[in-house]
C-alpha cells in the first residue's frame, strides 16, 4: 500500500493536520495506536457515563469578529464553522494562593487588569509595561531561551505577582521547572488572560466525532489499533512505516505527532535532543451528587492555588506535590445544559519515577491512588468548602496512565522540555508536529499540526 502523507497519531494535532491535507487531497492516512482518537484528550466509560481524559477548558477564545484570532484562524483553515462548536465561555476563573491573595480573570481581561490594579498598584504600572511588551513581541521568531520569570520580575518588582501570573501558564502550558521561554510565556499570556478559556456544549467525544466526520467527508482515511512499530528510511528519507502487525505501508511524506524521543525511537537512531527532567501530574475526578453545592468559589471554572510560602513547578522528590494544582468545575460555563453530574477535578504534580517503582505490583498503585486521592480531597476542600460526604464516584490517573494510553515518554503531558519549533527532525520528507513541535493545548496542538503540513508537505504536493 501506498498513500502520499501517513500521520502517526490520532490525537487532536494529528487529527486537525489531517483534516487541512485532505481539503487539498483527500490520499491521508492517520495511523492511531490506541483504539479510540483522542490521544491525551480523549474519554473513557465508568459508573455508566462518559469521561473526558484531558479537557479542563479550551484556551484562545474569541468573538467572530476577531478575524486574526487562533481560534478563529483554525476554524478557517479546517473550513468548520464556529456553530458546529456550540462555544460556552468560562464563568470565571482564579489564582488562589492561599493566606496570601487571590486574583479572579474572565473573558474579559479588564477584570483582570483591576484585579491588579486594586490587588498589587504599587506594580500596576509595571504590569502595563509587560503588556506592551506583549502585544508587540512576535513570539514566532526564531530565539534562543529566554527567562519568562526574568523579565516579569523586572517589571513588576514583586515575587508574589510574578509567581500568581506564572502559575495558570506553567500548569497550561510549561514543559520546563519553574521558568518557561518568554515567547511562551506571551503565548499562553494571550490564550489564558486575554483571550479566554471555553468549551464544547457536548463531550470532548462529539469535537472528536466532528473532527473525524470532517476528515472522513473530505476522503482522509483512518485506522485505530494501528500502532507504528518503526519507520523505514532510505538515508534522510522516510519510505514507509511497519505497523506491530507488520504490514507495511509506503508515504512520500511523514508526519509524526507522538514526540520528538518517541519518534526517534521508531527510527532507531539515537536521539539528538539532550535529556531533561519531565514533568508528570496527577489528576483525580470526584464525581459528585447532582444536588451539591459547594459552600466556597463554587462558581468558578478553573482555580489555580498554590499553598506553599513559594510557587515551585518542578518534579517533586514525593509521588505529588499537593502543595499547588488546578481544580477545575467542567459544569462551570456560561449556558451549559444542565449536566445530570457535577465534578471537582484536581490536578497536581507528580514524579513519574515514584509511580513507575510501584508498577510491578498492582495493589500498591491501586493503593497509591487511593491515597492521593485521599489527600487531594482536602486541599480543594479547603477552597470550595467539604463536599466529601457528596462524591459518588472517583477516579484517579497517574504518569502511568497517560504513558500506557498515549505512549508519552514518562507520561509527561507537556512533553519534552526542547521543542522543535520548525518541526524539522533532519529527515527530507518527516516532519514533528503537536506537543513536541511547542504548541500546547488544544489549540495548540491543533494549530501546530495545520502549520506544519502548510509550511512543510502543502507546498511540495
Ligand atoms: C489531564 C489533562 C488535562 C488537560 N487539560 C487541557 C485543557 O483543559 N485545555 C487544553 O487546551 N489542553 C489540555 N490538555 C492538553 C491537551 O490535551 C494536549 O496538549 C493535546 O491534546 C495534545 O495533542 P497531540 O495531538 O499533540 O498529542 P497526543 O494527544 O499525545 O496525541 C498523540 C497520539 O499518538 C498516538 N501514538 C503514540 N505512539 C504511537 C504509535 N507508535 N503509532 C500510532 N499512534 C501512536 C497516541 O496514542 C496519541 O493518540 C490536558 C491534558 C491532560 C492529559
Redesign the pocket.
Known amino acids: 500500500m501506498h498513500v502520499p502523507l501517513i500521520i ?9 493536520a489531517g483534516l487541512r491535507f485532505a481539503r487539498f487531497l483527500p490520499d491521508v492516512l492517520i ?4 483504539s479510540r ?6 474519554y473513557y466509560y465508568r459508573n455508566n457515563r462518559l469521561f473526558e ?7 484562545n477564545f474569541a468573538e467572530p469578529k476577531d478575524k486574526k484570532a487562533p481560534l478563529n484562524r483554525l476554524l478557517r483553515q479546517l473550513k468548520i464553522k464556529r456553530k458546529e462548536l456550540d462555544l460556552h465561555e468560562q464563568n470565571r476563573s482564579e489564582i488562589h494562593f492561599l493566606n496570601q491573595e487571590s486574583l479572579l480573570f474572565s473573558n474579559d481581561f479588564t477584570l483582570f487588569c483591576n484585579e491588579i490594579s486594586e490587588k498589587f498598584p504599587n506594580s500596576f504600572a509595571g504590569f502595563n509595561e509587560l503588556l506592551n511588551i506583549i502585544d508587540e513581541y512576535d513570539p514566532f521568531a526564531p530565539r534562543d531561551f529566554i527567562s519568562a520569570r526574568t523579565i516579569i520580575l523586572e517589571k513588576l518588582h514583586d515575587q508574589l505577582l510574578t509567581d500568581m501570573l506564572l502559575c495558570p501558564l506553567m500548569y ?1 502550558g510549561s514543559s520546563i521547572e519553574n521558568d518557561m521561554d518568554f515567547g511562551q510565556f506571551v503565548i499562553m499570556f494571550r490564550a489564558i488572560f486575554q483571550e479566554g ?1 471555553f468549551r464544547p456544549g457536548g463531550t470532548i467525544k462529539d469535537l472528536l466525532d466532528l473532527l473525524t466526520n470532517h476528515y472522513q467527508t473530505h476522503g482522509g482515511k483512518l485506522r485505530t489499533k ?4 518503526r519507520i523505514i528510511k532510505d538515508g534522510k528519507k522516510a519510505v514507509a512505516v511497519e ?2 502487525d507488520g504490514e507495511q505501508i509506503q508515504c512520500d511524506f511523514l508526519l509524526s ?3 520528538s524521543d ?1 519518534t526517534f525511537n ?1 527510527l532507531d537512531t539515537p536521539s539528538p535532543i539532550k535529556d531533561m527532567p519531565r514533568l508528570g ?1 496527577v ?1 483525580t475526578i470526584f464525581e459528585l451528587s447532582p444536588e451539591t453545592k459547594l459552600n466556597k468559589n463554587g462558581n468558578n471554572t ?1 482555580i489555580f492555588f498554590n499553598n506553599g510560602t513559594t510557587f515551585n513547578y518542578a518534579k517533586p522528590t514525593d509521588r505529588v506535590d499537593f502543595n499547588s494544582g488546578v481544580i ?1 468545575m467542567p459544569q462551570n460555563f456560561q449556558n451549559l445544559d444542565v449536566r445530570p453530574y457535577k465534578e471537582v ?1 484536581t ?1 497536581h504534580l507528580a514524579n513519574y519515577d515514584e509511580w513507575k517503582s510501584l508498577s510491578h505490583d498492582k495493589a500498591l498503585y491501586t493503593a497509591a491512588k487511593d491515597e492521593t486521592a485521599a489527600a487531594s480531597l482536602p486541599v480543594a476542600e479547603k477552597i470550595l468548602g467539604n463536599f466529601g460526604k457528596n462524591i459518588v464516584y472517583r477516579d484517579t ?1 497517574t504518569p502511568l496512565t ?1 504513558e500506557r ?4 515518554k514518562h507520561g509527561a ?3 519534552n522540555p526542547i521543542k522543535i519549533k520548525n518541526g524539522d527532525i533532519g529527515y527530507t520528507n518527516l516532519f514533528l ?5 511547542g ?8 494549530l ?2 495545520v502549520s506544519i503540513v502548510n509550511q512543510h508537505i502543502l507546498p511540495r504536493i
Not at 495511523?31 to 490506541?34: F, Q, S, Y
Not at 482518537?37 to 480523549?42: E, P, V, Y
Not at 508536529?433 to 513541535?437: I, L, S
Request: net charge negative; aromatic share 8%.
Open positions: 502517526i497519531g490520532g490525537g487532536l494535532s494529528g487529527l486537525a495511523l492511531e495506536k490506541h482518537l483522542g490521544g491525551l484528550n480523549s481524559t484531558g479537557l479542563h477548558a479550551i484556551t497550561y478559556m494501528a500502532g507504528v512499530k505497523l506491530e505527532t507522538i514526540g518517541e521508531l501530574f489528576e478553573i477545575c477535578r490536578t490517573f497517560i494510553f498515549t505512549t508519552k503531558i507537556y512533553g508536529a503537536g506537543t513536541d513541535q504548541f500546547l493545548g488544544i489549540v495548540g496542538s491543533m501546530s499540526g
